[in-house]
């Protein structure tokens, strides 16, 4: 079965940070970029990072560059979230997605199926 699977999502207060992970299973990430978004109650579905199949090339929505960092294992077959100086706006849920390319290139196949971050104090 073919699917991504995220963790490391929870409570967390301000300014604190969280670490996310995207494994896969029943294939492998080495040759796909992989995408991080995010959804809030009541908002729509916002593109975070993205990292190219090799890690040579990231990108960040502005609200959190500077704080997100984007990483791979592909040993691992596993892709990173770091999350730093954390803030309520950054509550939703958490999703990675698989590209069909190995650059960012938006056109998407596979999804987890979403970790919960929560900010608060």
């Known amino acids: 079965q073919l699917q991504l699977v995220e963790s490391g999502g929870g409570l967390v207060q301000p300014g604190g940070s969280l670490r996310l992970s995207c494994a896969a299973s029943g294939f492998t990430l080495d040759y796909y970029a992989i995408h991080w978004f995010r959804q809030a109650p009541g908002k729509e579905r916002e593109g975070v990072s993205c990292?190219?199949?090799?890690?040579?090339?990231?990108n960040y929505a502005d609200s959190v560059k500077g704080r997100f960092t984007i990483s791979r294992d592909n040993a691992k077959n596993t892709v990173y979230l770091q999350m730093n100086s954390l803030e309520p706006e950054d509550t939703a849920i958490y999703y990675c997605?698989?590209?069909?390319?190995?650059?960012?290139?938006?056109?998407?196949?596979?999804w987890g199926q979403g970790t919960q971050v929560t900010v608060s104090s």
């Open positions: 997605a698989a590209d069909k390319n190995w650059y960012c290139s938006g056109y998407l196949s596979y």
């Open positions: 990292i190219s199949s090799r890690g040579g090339s990231t």
